[in-house]
């Protein structure tokens, strides 16, 4: 089901297979931490970052030597072939001939779909510029799962909807587990059309509001992000929403006892450290989580061999002939 799959968008998996890698996660975690395996001995991981990142890089590096795998990196693009105007095309076509999988940071919306096009191997997208990012969203579910409860849950999403890939990649996971989604965003920052048409397609009870306070008692988790500065057109549009929200303990009086506080890192102002000592403040763990969700998936794409062609959201792709083919998931229709 995993094998040699291309991981581009939530929008490509089931519920199922959700639940199967959040399993495999739970049965390495002991693996994540001091102990390691020797289960993807032999096998080679490139990282291509063309944006900044500290969790992802690093904790799918971890993962992948936890395992007893090997990682390339491609560096900076000033220090790569990139600076002499190389597509990414060509960089994934021969990266991919040096390595089992490839894990790709771009800028540009799209791009990790486009490098699977072209890659000979499985493309974990790490972020694609205001797009996608589902392998935070699978460690984002390990934390709830394991800090709260992923059935009957309601959810608040708050920041920066507009251009958070953290956000656009778990609204779609949390609606096939059912959740009550409620969005809080500055009103020039809200959740794309085309993903609340789509959460409301497949029946998902969504809230609107720009108001924190109508919904934080009551929701379970509290998922706070970063307005992403570097997505603004205009500098200026950035300094009229920076500090939109900030969560002291004082917003917290009177919220659910079991409420967890989320944070895809890295957080700037949005979150005081004075919340980091409540029970309710989950973020660090998250990042840890990120290890064993990431050596689940490493070992379901990569244990197991390597004939058969690239699956994409469960169909089977051929490595070169059929590329015209439209690769959408099933999600979008
Ligand atoms: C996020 C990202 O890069 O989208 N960080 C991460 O991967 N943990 C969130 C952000 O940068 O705000």
């Known amino acids: 089901m995993?094998?040699?799959?291309?991981?581009?968008?939530?929008?490509?998996?089931?519920?199922?297979?959700?639940?199967?890698?959040?399993?495999?996660?739970?049965?390495?975690?002991?693996?994540?931490?001091?102990?390691?395996?020797?289960?993807?001995?032999?096998?080679?991981?490139?990282?291509?970052?063309?944006?900044?990142?500290?969790?992802?890089?690093?904790?799918f590096e971890t993962a992948m030597k936890r395992l007893g795998g090997k990682t390339i990196n491609l560096g900076s693009a000033e220090a790569s072939s990139i600076a002499k105007g190389e597509s990414l095309a060509d960089t994934v076509r021969v990266i991919g001939e040096y390595a089992d999988a490839l894990v790709i940071r771009h800028p540009k919306e799209g791009s990790a779909r486009l490098a699977a096009e072209f890659s000979p191997v499985p493309v974990l997208n790490g972020g694609d510029g205001?797009?996608?990012?589902?392998?935070?969203?699978?460690?984002?579910?390990?934390?709830?799962?394991?800090?709260?409860?992923?059935?009957?849950?309601?959810?608040?999403?708050?920041?920066?909807?507009?251009?958070g890939r953290t956000v656009h990649s778990l609204a779609y996971a949390l609606a096939l587990y059912g959740a009550e989604i409620n969005l809080v965003s500055p009103p020039t920052l809200r959740m794309p059309e085309q993903i609340r048409t789509d959460l409301l397609g497949k029946g998902t009870r969504v809230s609107e509001t720009s108001d924190l306070s109508e919904v934080i008692n009551r929701v379970d988790v509290l998922y706070v992000t970063r307005i992403q500065r570097e997505r603004f057109p205009d500098p200026l549009e950035y300094s009229k929403v920076a500090r939109s929200y900030r969560i002291t303990p004082e917003n917290l009086t009177?919220?659910?006892?079991?409420?967890?506080?989320?944070?895809?890192?890295?957080?700037v102002?949005?979150?005081?450290?004075?919340?980091?000592?409540?029970?309710?403040?989950?973020?660090?763990?998250?990042?840890?989580?990120?290890?064993?969700?990431?050596?689940?998936?490493?070992?379901?794409?990569?244990?197991?061999?390597?004939?058969?062609?690239?699956?994409?959201?469960?169909?089977?792709?051929?490595?070169?002939?059929?590329?015209?083919?439209d690769r959408s998931g099933g999600w979008s229709g």
Do not use: W
């Open 2 to 59: 995993f094998k040699r799959r291309h991981v581009l968008s939530m929008r490509d998996f089931s519920r199922e297979e959700i639940d199967s890698v959040l399993e495999t996660a739970a049965s390495l975690e002991p693996y994540a931490r001091e102990k390691s395996t020797d289960l993807l001995s032999g096998k080679i991981l490139a990282l291509l970052f063309f944006e900044p990142s500290t969790r992802t890089r690093m904790s």
């Open 130 to 163: 205001a797009g996608h990012h589902p392998t935070q969203t699978l460690l984002d579910l390990y934390t709830i799962k394991k800090e709260s409860h992923l059935e009957n849950l309601s959810v608040a999403l708050v920041g920066d909807l507009k251009y």
């Open 254 to 267: 009177d919220v659910k006892d079991g409420l967890i506080i989320m944070h895809p890192l890295p957080r």
């Open 269 to 325: 102002d949005e979150i005081s450290p004075a919340v980091d000592q409540t029970p309710h403040a989950v973020y660090f763990k998250q990042s840890f989580y990120g290890v064993p969700v990431r050596m689940a998936l490493l070992k379901m794409i990569l244990d197991g061999g390597q004939d058969g062609g690239l699956e994409c959201g469960g169909e089977i792709r051929g490595t070169s002939k059929d590329r015209s083919k």
